[in-house]
């Protein structure tokens, strides 16, 4: 059966894979804006060869990988000097929001996370692929080798060595949409109350709070770690957040706190939570406004 010709066009087939590339594209990088100008690119290339191309979904999964390698040097290089620790830009993915691509399972979500984004940072660029093709898109080993023109034993010791990299900064987190929310009200409720012991209760005793400033939005300029002294930072941040609206939002395929003063975004906020004990393990904390570029000024309709 053919395809209608208004669905069969160069543009057509190429904007089908669009969200994917997206997707992958920002797994790679960590940067909506990047990741949509890597797409682009890719768009070019198609346009001048697509029609000597036989398997697009291929094609373009190997051109928008091998972009994102070569982008991905310039980035570290940029993020070297970076001041306070680095995040990744937040990015809407409810109604309304931005596309990234397969977000079904549990590990799609989990590779879009602030938390997973940021571990991926640890890797070489042929390592993130890697994890990025095989977790986020279920491709085999051996469809990754071909994507990435390596034999099928060195895709398999990449992600062997990717695994053991990322280490114990990735366990096991909450992937039940219902109960990461009932678990953030909670947190935000105790977070704005006066029981710093209640709060305490509500957090792994190796709990570390995140805070991505850039240099530009107060922020701490190291990681805080520890039951206690996490519990006095975010008491410490709800205080000074006394004039600011705040909602719960999904961000980056989870549950996000997202404050707003006058319309502006002011900070993203990404708890994580241990699936075993639902205690708080991380709380990463976007402040510098140069991310907040795709979250909208206003949340979005209930």
């Not at 994507?147 to 034993?153: I, S, T, V």
């Not at 895709?155 to 062997?160: A, F, I, N, T």
């Not at 929310?181 to 409720?189: I, K, N, P, S």
């Amino acid at each position: 059966m053919t395809r209608p010709p208004e669905t069969d066009t160069p543009t057509a087939r190429f904007e089908a894979n669009r969200p994917r590339l997206t997707g992958l594209a920002y797994r790679m990088l960590g940067e909506l804006d990047e990741a949509q100008d890597a797409v682009q690119d890719a768009w070019l290339r198609w346009s001048r060869h697509e029609s000597e191309v036989l398997e697009p979904e291929a094609w373009l999964t190997r051109v928008v990988v091998n972009l994102c390698r070569t982008r991905l040097a310039a980035l570290r290089d940029r993020r070297t000097d970076y001041v306070g620790p680095w995040l990744p830009e937040p990015v809407p993915t409810g109604p309304g929001g931005v596309d990234l691509g397969p977000s079904e399972t549990a590990t799609q979500r989990e590779t879009l996370s602030l938390g997973m984004l940021r571990l991926l940072e640890l890797l070489s660029p042929a390592e993130r692929a890697v994890v990025v093709l095989h977790e986020a898109f279920d491709y085999p080993h051996a469809e990754v080798a071909e994507l990435l023109d390596l034999p099928e034993a060195t895709v398999r010791q990449h992600l062997h060595r990717a695994r053991e990299r990322m280490g114990s900064g990735r366990r096991r987190f909450e992937a039940d949409a219902e109960r990461a929310a009932r678990l953030t009200a909670r947190f935000l409720a105790a977070a704005g109350g006066d029981d710093l012991a209640a709060l305490e209760q509500l957090l792994a005793d190796d709990v570390e709070a995140l805070s991505d400033g850039g240099g530009v939005a107060r922020a701490a300029r190291k990681p805080v770690a520890g039951r206690a002294k996490v519990a006095r930072f975010v008491v410490g941040q709800a205080k000074n957040a006394t004039a600011a609206t705040i909602t719960v939002e999904e961000v980056n395929a989870g549950v996000a706190i997202v404050a707003r003063v006058g319309g502006q975004v002011v900070v993203v906020m990404a708890p994580e939570f241990d699936a075993a004990t639902g205690e708080l393990v991380r709380l990463s904390s976007v402040l510098n406004p140069a991310k907040f570029g795709a979250i909208p000024a206003q949340p979005p309709a209930r």
